[in-house]
């Protein structure tokens, strides 16, 4: 929701993203073959490019900026953009 949200392609958040097709189509459907620390990335990005947009971004259940410290812990994962 939040890629359509953007204004974006797909593709043009990947590139913000900066990851390779294969990493980033498993971030964004969250599959078992994705990286925890992608899933953040890809979830920063949206965030960031549909703010950048001027639109509030849909919010997440589960990525929530309280889970950021256990993630950071965990995978790896850093601060936002």
Do not use: C, I, K, Y
Request: proline share 7%; aromatic share 4%.
């Amino acid at each position: 929701m939040n890629v359509t949200r953007s204004g974006l392609s797909r593709d043009q958040v990947r590139e913000r993203a900066a990851l390779p097709l294969e990493r980033f189509s498993a971030a964004l459907g969250v599959t078992p073959d994705a990286h925890p620390a992608d899933v953040w990335q890809v979830r920063d990005t949206l965030e960031q490019v549909v703010r950048e947009a001027g639109v509030t971004p849909v919010p997440h259940t589960v990525l929530t900026e309280e889970m950021r410290g256990a993630a950071a812990v965990w995978f790896g994962v850093g601060e936002r953009p």
